[in-house]
């Protein structure tokens, strides 16, 4: 019975080298819109203002409250994103500029001027479908 442990733990090991492991791509330059093309997300946004307005974001880009951007934890600065707010149907397009939102299980924070757009100003916060459109070009 004690050669059960060790076929066990010898089967674990041979199994888990059957399991394939990701691949992770890297290249240099800006990003293309075939590296995050059908890339959707849906959760809650949040905005940011007058307290940001003109300090350097992530991307060294100063912020602009009455910009069409926003900030999202992990696409590429230069992305183009459709906005589409789930509880009144509206829709806006930003460019992401800036990392975050890093609170409340946010995924975007939107400009001021982008929230204003699909009429969130109000609530502060709305539920969203993100959805990749493009890449700004240089």
Request: neutral net charge; proline residues 6%; glycine residues 14%.
């Given at each position: 019975?004690?050669?059960?442990p060790?076929?066990?733990?010898?089967l674990?090991l041979?199994?888990?080298?059957?399991?394939p492991?990701?691949?992770y791509?890297?290249r240099?330059?800006?990003?293309?819109?075939?590296?995050?093309?059908?890339?959707?997300?849906?959760?809650?946004?949040?905005?940011?203002?007058?307290?940001?307005?003109?300090?350097?974001?992530a991307?060294?880009e100063i912020?602009?409250?009455?910009?069409m951007?926003?900030?999202?934890?992990?696409?590429?600065?230069?992305?183009v994103?459709?906005?589409?707010n789930?509880?009144?149907?509206?829709?806006?397009?930003?460019?992401v500029?800036?990392?975050?939102?890093?609170?409340?299980?946010?995924?975007?924070?939107?400009?001021?001027a982008?929230?204003?757009?699909?009429?969130?100003?109000?609530?502060?916060?709305?539920?969203?479908?993100?959805?990749?459109?493009g890449?700004?070009d240089?």
């Open positions: 019975m004690r050669a059960a060790a076929i066990a733990a010898a674990l041979a199994t888990g080298c059957l399991v492991r990701p691949v791509l890297t240099s330059g800006p990003p293309s819109a075939g590296m995050i093309s059908g890339f959707r997300q849906r959760g809650t946004a949040s905005f940011y203002g007058p307290g940001f307005s003109g300090r350097p974001t991307s060294g912020f602009d409250m009455d910009a951007t926003c900030a999202h934890r992990t696409l590429p600065f230069g992305t994103l459709r906005v589409t789930l509880d009144n149907g509206s829709e806006t397009t930003v460019r500029n800036d990392r975050g939102p890093y609170s409340g299980g946010r995924i975007v924070d939107l400009s001021r982008a929230a204003a757009d699909i009429g969130m100003l109000d609530t502060g916060t709305a539920e969203v479908l993100l959805t990749v459109v890449v700004e240089d």
